[in-house]
């Protein structure tokens, strides 16, 4: 049975095992007294079933999964003949993939040799055997926590305070990966940018103000030194972001307060639901849009009045981003802006003030830190665009605050940098994770600045 079956089967036997618990627990009260002698009510006793049910089969199937291949290969590799043993650990890792590929069907690199087709017939029987070993423990444990729960089922059976505690170690676990991940993340970044730096001194990609990361990648290419300053990549990166967060903040804020304060219901109902569609439109739509119709506007509209613009800009890359994150900026705020209690725009009106009074000195401080994390949100999407700057604003890294010159930005560097036949011993390769790093440092502060904000200028209610 393959794996995708298996989970299926597990989680229909999860709810098979939900409907049996609770089964068991009208039926353990029959003729004495009804539901109302049971501790908990019947729809626990069915969870705490489905719980016992699925949790250890899903937990020993992820295992299972995560092991499976390495010890497949370790198998495989050690069955291969004895001239394959003898090269390098590069070449046989190639040859691995070449019998994966074999397996799944997949194109491979080279001819393939009787040896290489023995040792994939070899790793599909091993595959076999170690799916129709998981889906039988799987199965026996799933059906051994039906089972074992069914027996337990009594009156006396706390069953909600067993569901609770279950639910509390999901939550707990799920955090803990969460928090895990980002640690993960934030590691492997800052081990191959500490790569990056004992190449490139610390202070030239920081202060460095020329950015061309044009080097060779391996020893029988020829390249130039490569300049890797950051700065001229950064000044990009904020001033694209600061044009679209000109566009989107008030646009957005504004959009939200009419349509919380002002508008009236049929309004809301149309105008919510089409500002939110923009969402919905993906960046490589609002890239041809931008380089197809906002930029040459921009370039004619400037050659009319003498100035000298870019074929790609900026400006262009600027504003169809502020109009690509209007959502984030407008539909939070105004879910903030509706959280707001009504006693409190009632308590202002009812003192003499004036709507617009009521929505400037209550309804905003009210809602500041909501606002304040959706347009950090909104930021956040403004910094980590790629598309339609790629489109719209170009590569160039220039040193320069002008909008209507080309300009790039550290997503676009990074992603330029990985693509193609990179190795991870070349600065040209590394200089992303770099780059990386140094973003990450960046939207760190802007978030310890803008919870300083908060802290200190929301308005507190009792």
Not at 210 to 222: G, L, T
Not at 403 to 428: A, N, W, Y
Not at 433 to 441: H, I, N, S, T
Request: hydrophobic share 50%.
């Amino acid at each position: 049975m393959t794996p995708t079956n298996l989970l299926i089967i597990l989680l229909l036997l999860s709810s098979v095992a939900y409907y049996l618990g609770r089964k068991r627990a009208f039926a353990v009260v029959k003729g004495k007294g009804g539901t109302r002698v049971l501790h908990s009510r019947p729809g626990y006793y069915g969870t705490l079933t489905a719980l016992w049910c699925v949790i250890p089969a899903i937990l020993v199937f992820a295992v299972w999964m995560i092991a499976e291949s390495s010890v497949i290969t370790d198998m495989v590799l050690s069955c291969l003949p004895e001239s394959f043993a003898i090269l390098p650990e590069d070449r046989l890792t190639l040859v691995m993939n070449d019998i994966k590929n074999l397996v799944y069907g997949n194109i491979v690199s080279g001819k393939i040799g009787p040896a290489i087709k023995q040792a994939a017939d070899y790793y599909r029987h091993l595959q076999s055997i170690s799916h129709a070993a998981l889906t039988v423990i799987a199965l026996g444990l799933a059906i051994l926590g039906l089972v074992g729960v069914q027996k337990m089922i009594s009156p006396k059976l706390r069953a909600r305070n067993h569901v609770e505690k279950g639910v509390q170690i999901l939550l707990i676990a799920c955090s803990t990966i969460a928090i895990f991940t980002t640690i993960g993340i934030v590691l492997s970044v800052l081990y191959e940018a500490i790569r990056f730096f004992k190449v490139i001194p610390f202070t030239d990609f920081i202060f460095g103000l020329e950015w061309r990361p044009q080097m060779a990648i391996r020893s029988d290419q020829v390249g130039s030194s490569g300049a890797f300053g950051a700065i001229p990549v950064f000044t990009g990166t904020l001033l694209v972001s600061a044009i679209a967060m000109s566009v989107a903040v008030p646009t957005g804020l504004m959009s939200a307060i009419y349509l919380s304060e002002y508008a009236n219901k049929k309004i809301r109902g149309v105008v919510k639901p089409l500002l939110e569609i923009l969402a919905g439109i993906p960046t490589v739509v609002y890239g041809f849009f931008a380089a197809l119709v906002v930029a040459p506007a921009i370039r004619n509209a400037g050659t009319t009045l003498g100035f000298e613009v870019s074929s790609e800009s900026a400006l262009a890359a600027g504003l169809v981003m502020g109009v690509m994150i209007i959502p984030f900026v407008s539909s939070l705020s105004d879910d903030v802006i509706n959280a707001v209690p009504q006693s409190l725009r009632d308590g202002a009106l009812g003192l003499g003030s004036t709507q617009s009074e009521t929505i400037r000195k209550v309804v905003i401080p009210a809602a500041l830190p909501g606002i304040v994390g959706g347009v950090l949100l909104a930021v956040s999407r403004a910094i980590g665009e790629t598309m339609i700057v790629v489109m719209a604003a170009g590569l160039s890294a220039n040193m320069t605050v002008n909008p209507l010159k080309t300009v790039t930005t550290v997503t676009v560097q990074i992603v330029t940098l990985l693509v193609g036949d990179q190795e991870f011993d070349s600065p040209k390769t590394l200089a992303a994770f770099a780059l990386g790093l140094l973003l990450f440092v960046i939207t760190l502060i802007l978030n310890v600045i803008a919870l300083y904000v908060v802290r200190n200028y929301r308005e507190q209610y009792e």
